[in-house]
């Protein structure tokens, strides 16, 4: 489904996407792609890391650093050659709160915490636990981040920027009141816009020797300059204009005191850029058909986070539309990502003036292509088709995702994924009884856990059966603890009913857990053998494997 959607994506912005058997070969031409996607993707970095900053409440110039170092460091080291990364609008959202009440270097301390734990998720490989994320969770995602980076573009339709209230948290959907275009503007600002989306639509069905998005970006430009439009542009924004980041150590106290500011916003940070970061890493490897690197991207996240920190950065985390600008403009390798970055610095250090001159309304096009690419159209086809529970899925993600924030909607949805398995599956519970002999055989069928211990009780005709009773557990799994307690509670009340029962195809591990019921096991050959989830915080990673 997401792999479609891109795909088809990759017609409208730039070159289509294509199978990499193997390591590229940087040949000029090569070299001259990667190059250019690498231009096109600073172009947009540089609005999105103004605005972000603006969010969070810091001055243009630690966006900016941030994206640059962030973007440098994880194109060099990350997980998956042609993502993006930099300043996120995710992030700067629950950043806000803490640059309002303590103050900007207290948020640089908090990203270098921020850092420190994200290597550690890398060090300890838990960057693995994102293949628990369900597809109905990842349409969710593609869909609310969609919405969320449309909804940035809107500020862009206001001539003034809007006041933000010190201390007040903001969600990704919160538009502020400001003074709107009407007008002239307006209809200039949206044919510019519209203008734009054209040429990216057109130019691949031109020419392929430029990404789209840099060929709209410049005709747009051009034309503006020509014309002497009267239009916002990015110097309206801010002044880019600055010198190398310097080392900067955050001065703050170093006490129980700022640990206990900076712990929990460096918790939540580091949750939301790992998600954020290794959902887009899944996302850029359906495209390019690789998989793997989620450890190596959680060290690579958390080694920038780190030494953006002692810079003057805001931080950041993989940034899903410029990834999909860059991997759709033809960047395939780590070259495109660096040179994004070092565009990124140029535009900084010598370049503010020219870059000041783009109009606002050429980067807003490009966005508003990646929102269209980005979002999973099909899932709103198959909404009729899907069960139910995986439709209220993607609509929860995408909601909370838009109202909340990324970290707290993928969590939910893989609650209610895991909630609605365990529904279905504790419904499977049956047993085909038969003779063998005197006894009685009750062959159980499906997983025994703590959502289908009433139905398994259920299954037993404790006052009819004959007094021996075979319990065949072959075609089942005895998954965690309540299992164990319901096995210990039926051979209770077969011996309490003066009837004697035994237990068949038990693992190993059962015969080690079970008490009572252990003496009444009858040791076979062919036991199964599979590990009992004893600790709740795991059982949901046991069954999900099934029988």
Not at 80 to 103: E, Q
Not at 200 to 221: D, R, S
Request: charged share 15%; proline share 5%; hydrophobic share 50%.
């Amino acid at each position: 489904m997401i792999r479609s959607t891109l795909a088809a994506f990759a017609d409208s912005i730039s070159i289509p996407a294509r199978k990499t058997a193997g390591p590229l070969t940087f040949t000029p031409n090569r070299v001259k792609v990667e190059l250019l996607a690498g231009l096109t993707v600073a172009l947009a970095l540089v609005p999105e890391a103004v605005a972000f900053a603006f969010v969070a409440g810091v001055e243009p110039l630690v966006g900016l650093y941030a994206a640059f170092i962030v973007g440098l460091i994880t194109a060099i080291i990350g997980g998956r050659p042609g993502m993006i990364s930099g300043a996120t609008g995710a992030l700067a959202v629950v950043m806000v709160a803490l640059v309002a009440d303590h103050g900007v270097e207290y948020l640089f301390a908090t990203v270098v915490l921020m850092g420190i734990m994200q290597i550690g998720a890398g060090v300890f490989k838990l960057g693995k636990f994102i293949r628990l994320v369900p597809h109905p969770v990842m349409l969710g995602f593609v869909n609310g981040l969609a919405i969320v980076i449309g909804m940035a573009q809107l500020s862009q339709f206001q001539s003034e920027p809007p006041v933000r209230i010190p201390g007040e948290h903001y969600g990704p959907f919160h538009i502020l009141e400001g003074t709107w275009l009407t007008g002239t503007p307006l209809m200039l600002m949206l044919g510019l816009v519209a203008l734009t989306m054209f040429l990216i639509w057109v130019t691949p069905k031109v020419t392929k020797a430029i990404p789209a998005p840099l060929v709209g970006i410049g005709l747009v430009t051009a034309l503006v300059i020509g014309l002497n439009l009267n239009v916002q542009t990015v110097s309206d924004l801010a002044s880019i204009k600055g010198g190398l980041p310097s080392l900067h150590i955050p001065s703050v106290p170093l006490n129980v005191d700022t640990l206990q500011i900076i712990f929990p916003y460096a918790l939540v940070l580091a949750a939301i850029g790992l998600i954020e970061s290794l959902l887009t890493l899944n996302l850029v490897g359906e495209i390019k058909e690789e998989r793997g690197g989620a450890s190596q991207e959680c060290v690579a996240q958390g080694i920038a986070n780190t030494v953006t920190g002692f810079f003057g950065g805001m931080g950041g985390c993989a940034m899903i539309g410029q990834s999909m600008i860059n991997v759709k403009s033809g960047g395939r390798t780590r070259l495109s990502g660096i040179s994004a970055s070092l565009f990124l610095l140029a535009f900084i250090l010598v370049g503010s003036r020219f870059i000041g001159m783009i109009p606002l309304a050429a980067l807003v096009g490009v966005m508003f292509m990646v929102v269209i690419g980005t979002f999973a159209w099909q899932s709103l086809t198959i909404m009729r088709r899907i069960p139910l529970i995986d439709a209220l899925v993607i609509v929860l993600v995408t909601v909370v995702t838009v109202y909340h924030d990324l970290a707290v909607a993928v969590v939910v949805g893989v609650i209610v994924s895991a909630l609605a398995y365990a529904w279905s599956a504790a419904k499977h519970i049956d047993a085909e009884a038969e003779e063998e002999g005197e006894a009685k055989v009750y062959k159980i069928e499906g997983p025994l856990f703590f959502g289908s211990i009433e139905g398994f009780n259920d299954l037993f005709d404790i006052k009819n059966d004959p007094d021996m009773v075979i319990v065949d557990f072959a075609n089942s799994r005895v998954v965690d603890q309540s299992a164990l307690q319901a096995i210990e509670g039926l051979a209770a009340k077969y011996t309490q009913a003066g009837k004697a029962i035994r237990l068949r195809h038990l693992t190993r591990d059962c015969h080690k857990l079970l008490n009572r019921a252990g003496q009444l096991i009858i040791d076979s050959d062919d036991d199964p053998e599979y590990q009992i989830a004893t600790d709740y915080s795991v059982i949901t990673g046991a069954f999900g494997g099934g029988h």
